[in-house]
C-alpha cells in the first residue's frame, strides 16, 4: 500500500462521508442543522457547505495520487483498479443526490454516467487488444467543467448566486456536452478495436 493509493483511499473514504453528511436524516434524529442566511433570501445548508469542502480535498488527492505514481514510478495495476473506483464513486455519487434533492437537473447524472460506461468499456476493450487509450483534451475539458460545477453547487452558486447569474449550471451543461463529444471522439478513435483490425475505417 504505497503513499498514492493511500490517497486514492482516502478519497474514498472522504466520498463514503460526503454521502453521509448529505443524505443522513439529521432533522428525524433531532439534530439541527445550522443554517446560513445571504442578503435573507439565499438559506444555506451548512451540509452543503460541508460536503463541498470535502468535494474539494477528495479531487486534490486525485491529482496528487497521479502525480506522485507517476514521479517515483509507483504506478500499479490495483492503484489502477482503485483509482478508477474512487473517480466514479466521487463524482457520480454526488451528482445522483443533487439531482435527487432538486439542485440539478437528472439528465445531467444519466448523461456523464452513461458516457463514462461507454467510455469505459471502450478502454477495456482496446487494452485487452494491446492499445492504451489516452486521454484527450476534450475528456480533460469536461472534466474541468465537471468538478467545478458540482463545486459550486455546493456552495449554492455563491457568490454569482448574489446577481442571479446561473454559473454553475452553465458549467454542468457544458460538461454534459463535452462528455457526449469526447463519448464519439473516444468511439471514432477506436472502433477498429471493437469491430476488429479488418473493419473499413
Known amino acids: 500500500m504505497n503513499l498514492p493509493n493511500k490517497l486514492t483511499i482516502a478519497r474514498i473514504v472522504m ?17 439541527n442543522i445550522p443554517h446560513i442566511f445571504v442578503n435573507e433570501l439565499i438559506d444555506i445548508d451548512v451540509r452543503y457547505i460541508i460536503a463541498g469542502v ?38 457520480n455519487s454526488v451528482l445522483i443526490i443533487l439531482s435527487a434533492q432538486g439542485f440539478i437537473h437528472p439528465i445531467i447524472p444519466v448523461i456523464i454516467i452513461l458516457r463514462d ?26 472534466t474541468a467543467s465537471l468538478m467545478i460545477g458540482i463545486v ?24 454534459s456536452v463535452l462528455s457526449i463529444i469526447s463519448g464519439v471522439q473516444y468511439y471514432t478513435m477506436n472502433k477498429k478495436y471493437i469491430f476488429g483490425e479488418s473493419m473499413e475505417i
Open 15 to 31: 466520498t463514503l462521508i460526503i454521502i453521509v453528511v448529505l443524505l443522513f436524516p439529521f432533522s428525524a434524529m433531532g439534530i
Open 54 to 91: 470535502l468535494f474539494i480535498l477528495a479531487s486534490l488527492t486525485d491529482f496528487f495520487d497521479g502525480m506522485i505514481a507517476r514521479k517515483y514510478d509507483l504506478i500499479t495495476d490495483f492503484g489502477k483498479m482503485i483509482d478508477a473506483i474512487a473517480d466514479k464513486m466521487l463524482v
Open 117 to 142: 460506461t461507454a467510455v469505459d468499456s471502450i478502454k477495456m476493450v482496446a487494452g485487452s487488444k494491446g492499445n492504451v487509450v489516452a486521454a484527450i483534451k476534450t475528456g480533460k475539458y469536461k
Open 152 to 175: 459550486l453547487t455546493l456552495f449554492y452558486d455563491m457568490p454569482f448566486e448574489l446577481w442571479n447569474i446561473h454559473v454553475s449550471d452553465f458549467l454542468l451543461i457544458i460538461a
